[in-house]
Nanobody, 121 residues
Framework: QVQLVESGGDLVQAGGSLRLSCAASGSFASINAMDWYRQAPGKQRELVATITSGGGTNYADSVKGRFTISRDNAKNTVYLEMNSLKPEDTAIYYC???????????????WGQGTQVTVSS
């Protein structure tokens, strides 16, 4: 069974930094795109950043220049480095990945359980 487990969420002051990690475990053939989403109270879940298997990245306009997504394919892990944090970054951050259980199968979506990031003003 494939699992995504996030860590690194915390309470931080505005202007501070955090690094989130998400590790995939279980039996699978390959991991394709990996993403970070977030959901603030009363708001819809939104895409924050994406990284492809080849390392291409894309960011939401609200985090460009402040957040950096990266991955370590050997560790099946994706990271989100968050700098210059603002109170509006407060949310539960979710890891998402497209994973092939076997090479001849289609991608399946997997989600982590979420990690809370709270930025105080």
């Amino acid at each position: 069974q494939v699992q995504l487990v996030e860590s690194g969420g915390d309470l931080v002051q505005a202007g501070g930094s955090l690094r989130l990690s998400c590790a995939a475990s279980g039996s699978f053939a390959s991991i394709n795109a990996m993403d970070w989403y977030r959901q603030a109270p009363g708001k819809q879940r939104e895409l924050v950043a994406t990284i492809t298997s080849g390392g291409g990245t894309n960011y939401a306009d609200s985090v460009k220049g402040r957040f950096t997504i990266s991955r370590d394919n050997a560790k099946n892990t994706v990271y989100l480095e968050m700098n210059s944090l603002k109170p509006e970054d407060t949310a539960i951050y979710y890891c998402h990945a497209l994973i092939k259980l076997r090479l001849w199968l289609a991608n399946r979506e997997y989600w982590g359980q979420g990690t809370q990031v709270t930025v105080s003003s």
